[in-house]
């Protein structure tokens, strides 16, 4: 089965540092990403992972460690606008390739 | 700027009344996607093109149906929209099966 489990909400104050985490469990791995989506609007890509570790991208960083089944995305300086929806997804290893999404971590940032 | 465009960013049917959702992109991206988000849920794939190879999830509805005339454009026909197909329908392209996805802005379905 496919299994992509993420907090459903998180509340952070703006200049804070904030750790999302992802948990996975299917069928095959091929890389994970991190998608940024504001509300009523389409996700925007963040990062990729595929080896283990920690990538790093200004404010955003993201890291994966297979053999945990595990990723984290992390939010430094948090500013008002970070507050979003954000998406994990699974890139399967069978012919298709598939993106399988979880729900989503809805962030909201305070004053 | 090369991008995914969808159109009309809001479109309201009405029940058992089909509709066509438009998808078109100047990425020249081989691979094409239909996804349908509800509130607070996951991105579900309705199925892909990559080039004109039709790929249709397992669980998709047969009411779902999907046609990519050429490379640019891609449409998404629901024929006879429910109430559950009410929803955020978002196209979008890959270079390859399982790259990065550039998203277009979606269309919020309502059906009335």
């Known amino acids: 089965g496919q299994n992509i489990d993420q907090p459903t909400e998180m509340t952070a104050t703006e200049g804070a540092i904030v750790q999302i985490n992802c948990t996975y469990q299917t069928s095959g791995f091929n890389g994970l990403f991190w998608y940024q989506q504001h509300a009523g609007e389409a996700p925007t890509f963040l990062s990729y992972?595929?080896?283990?570790g920690l990538e790093e991208k200004g404010r955003f960083s993201s890291f994966l460690s297979r053999s945990k089944g595990y990723s984290y995305l992390l939010l430094k300086e948090l500013q008002m606008k970070d507050s979003a929806s954000y998406l994990c997804?699974?890139?399967?290893?069978?012919?298709?390739?598939?993106?399988?999404f979880g729900s989503g971590t809805r962030l909201l940032v305070r004053p | 700027d090369a991008m995914v465009i969808q159109n009309p960013r809001y479109q309201v049917t009405q029940f058992g009344k089909p509709v066509t959702l438009s998808c078109s992109q100047t990425?020249?991206?081989?691979?094409m996607y239909w996804y349908q988000q509800k509130s607070s849920q996951a991105p579900k794939l309705l199925f892909h093109y990559y080039d004109k190879d039709f790929n249709n999830e397992a669980d998709t509805p047969d009411n779902f149906q999907s046609r990519r005339p050429n490379t640019s454009f891609c449409f998404l026909d629901i024929r006879s929209p429910g109430l559950g197909d009410a929803a955020m329908y978002l196209c979008a392209t890959s270079t390859g099966l399982g790259e990065k996805l550039f998203f277009g802005s979606g269309t919020q379905l309502s059906v009335l």
């Open positions: 997804a699974v890139r399967g290893s069978d012919s298709s390739y598939k993106l399988i």
């Open positions: 992972n595929v080896l283990d």
């Open positions: 990425l020249n991206h081989n691979v």
